[in-house]
Nanobody, 126 residues
């Protein structure tokens, strides 16, 4: 059993930056993939990016590539999402999730993730 708790969401102006975090407890993460997803009101949950816990290779959605960066602290068991050049359309609830044994081509599929956090709200508005 893995528990995930997101934090750090809030209100930020367009063009601003924000870093959200996800603490990971329980479980063994050797072959885990940590993902970030988001869901805006009235829209489907959307893949943002993911990172392999071992090795650290990453994958990003085209909509955030070059603006968002995923990182991790293996010792602290923390996952981060650094968001720069934020746009109003980035407003959503952001969720972290963990899946096991995912291949690169499946990292963007929410159905492949087993455990989810409760989400943190990010609002980009002036």
């Amino acid at each position: 059993q893995v528990q995930l708790v997101e934090s750090g969401g809030g209100l930020v102006q367009p063009g601003g930056s924000l870093r959200i975090s996800c603490s990971v407890s329980g479980g063994t993460l050797g072959n885990a993939v940590m993902g970030w997803f988001r869901q805006a009101p009235g829209k489907d949950r959307e893949f943002v990016g993911a990172i392999k816990w071992s090795g650290g290779s990453t994958s990003y959605a085209d909509s955030v590539k070059g603006r968002f960066t995923i990182s991790k602290d293996t010792f602290k068991r923390m996952l981060y999402l650094q968001m720069n050049s934020l746009k109003p359309e980035d407003s959503a609830i952001y969720y972290c999730a963990v899946g096991f044994g995912l291949i690169t081509s499946s990292m963007s599929s929410s159905s492949r993730y087993t455990y989810w956090g409760q989400g943190t709200q990010v609002t980009v508005s002036s």
